[in-house]
């Protein structure tokens, strides 16, 4: 069983910054993938950026060149770096592991209860 807390989530200007944070723990986290999936209401969670144990990145088109997903020095903190965001991506936004990296979330194991991150103009 692993166990995620997401952290860093709220409100915010478009154009700037945000860091959100992932805490792991539990058993074996460091061998699965981990990442980050957004969802709005009435629709699916969608895969934005993930990272494997090789330490191999995965961004989704619309995030690429300003999402950085990068793992702490203790190896149990994920961290999604968002630069430029703009009030699009006003979404919850989870962590979650899993065996493999997958866009479909049912194949993603465990979950974090989300954080509401949103973006005003």
């Known amino acids: 069983q692993v166990q995620l807390v997401e952290s860093g989530g709220g409100s915010a200007q478009a154009g700037g910054s945000l860091r959100l944070s992932c805490g792991a723990s539990g058993d074996t986290y460091s061998r699965y993938c981990m990442g980050w999936f957004r969802q709005t209401p009435g629709n699916q969670r969608e895969r934005i950026a993930t990272?494997?144990?090789?330490?191999?990145?995965f961004y989704a088109d619309s995030v690429r060149g300003r999402f950085t997903i990068s793992q702490g020095n203790s190896k149990s903190t994920l961290y999604r770096q968002m630069d430029s965001r703009t009030p699009q991506e006003s979404a919850m936004y989870y962590c979650?592991?899993?065996?493999?990296?997958?866009?479909?979330?049912?194949?993603?194991?465990?979950w974090g209860q989300g954080t509401q991150v949103t973006v005003s103009s």
């Open positions: 990272r494997f144990t090789t330490g191999n990145t």
């Open positions: 979650a592991a899993g065996p493999g990296c997958y866009n479909d979330p049912q194949k993603m194991n465990w």
